[in-house]
C-alpha cells in the first residue's frame, strides 16, 4: 500500500489516497482511476476529432448530462435550416420567374 497524491488536468488534486500495486494485464495503464475519485465530480468521456478527450470536474455541477437535450436542440436547428433553405429556394425561384416576364 501507498499514500500518494493524485493530480489530474486543470489542478484537480487528490491528496494523501491510500492506494496499491498490481498488475493491470496487458495494457498496462499507469494509473487506473476508481470510483472513490469518479464519484467526487463529473466525468465524461467522448470521442471528438483529434481522438479522445477525457474531462473530469470537481465538485460535481450537480445536473445530469443528458445528451438528449443536445440531440433534439441539433434536430431542431437541422429542421429550422431545411425549412428555411427550402424557403429561400422557392423566393429565388419565384424571383428568377418575374425577371423573366
Do not use: H
Not at 38 to 50: H, L, S, V
Not at 65 to 71: K, L
Amino acid at each position: 500500500m501507498f499514500m500518494i497524491d493524485i493530480l489530474l488536468m486543470d489542478r484537480v488534486n487528490f491528496q494523501s489516497w491510500l492506494v496499491s500495486s498490481g498488475d493491470t494485464g496487458p495494457t498496462s495503464p499507469e494509473v487506473i482511476i476508481g470510483m472513490d475519485i469518479i464519484t467526487k465530480g463529473d466525468m465524461t468521456f467522448m470521442c471528438g476529432p483529434e481522438g479522445y478527450v477525457f474531462s473530469f470536474i470537481v465538485p460535481s455541477l450537480l445536473e445530469p448530462t443528458d445528451f438528449n437535450t443536445y440531440i433534439t436542440r441539433f434536430n431542431d436547428e437541422l429542421k429550422w435550416k431545411n425549412q428555411n433553405s427550402s424557403a429561400q429556394a422557392e423566393y429565388r425561384a419565384k424571383l428568377k420567374a418575374r425577371k423573366r416576364k
